[in-house]
């Protein structure tokens, strides 16, 4: 393992200790996936990154029946600061989102509410953003949030209305899609591609420190 994740890794574990050993069911070890391969030629990372956290998420989904995901509960705990929110049925991508930034000591909103997410960090174009990956710009590259339209106002200035929130990965210009990796995509966390068209904002997330 490269020396630049194991103090991310180890954070992550004393993370789950602390949080009720969220891992019960999963080693952190085993959890997530790579680097996507839009990503892969980014260099090591001087800091903590919300990409870090959802490769190590990925793969975490609802459970069927009465039992619920710890790790989502505990998104919406933590990461959402809704502790009344104790099913992992209720829409959970800004929770999860939340909480990978909060573990990273990044800016979030703190909320359940996706499109909450165009009130924080710096907005971006994706032309900005693009260019950040082909200049090798490993913190923003690494730390963009893409706020989505769904079934809501086509309008970034309403936030109480309809959305969904993810990790900026890539972007296909023949498709016109934007590829994310976010959670309660088809009720788990994976990599998912969405309409350009329904983009509500890019936002650039900053380390607290």
Request: aromatic content about 8%.
């Amino acid at each position: 393992m490269s020396t630049d994740v194991q103090p991310e890794l180890e954070r992550l574990r004393q993370c789950c200790d602390r949080y009720d050993d969220l891992f019960g069911l999963r080693g952190a070890d085993d959890a997530g996936g790579g680097v996507h391969p839009a990503l892969s030629h980014l260099g090591p990372e001087s800091s903590p990154s919300i990409d870090f956290m959802f490769r190590q998420f990925e793969g975490v989904k609802e459970i069927r029946g009465g039992k619920h995901d710890p790790l989502v509960l505990a998104a919406h705990k933590y990461g959402a600061r809704a502790p009344w929110f104790d099913t992992d049925e209720i829409p959970w991508c800004s929770s999860i989102a939340c909480l990978a930034a909060e573990w990273c000591d990044r800016i979030h909103p703190g909320s359940a509410r996706a499109r909450s997410w165009l009130l924080v960090g710096e907005t971006l174009t994706l032309d900005e953003w693009i260019e950040c990956l082909r200049s090798n710009d490993v913190e923003v590259a690494r730390n963009t949030m893409a706020i989505f339209n769904r079934g809501g106002p086509q309008d970034p200035a309403i936030i109480k209305a309809k959305g969904h929130v993810a990790q900026l990965l890539a972007y296909d210009p023949n498709d016109d899609n934007l590829l994310v990796r976010g959670g309660n995509q088809s009720n788990e966390v994976n990599q998912t591609w969405y309409k350009r068209t329904d983009l509500l904002g890019l936002r650039y997330c900053p380390s607290l420190y």
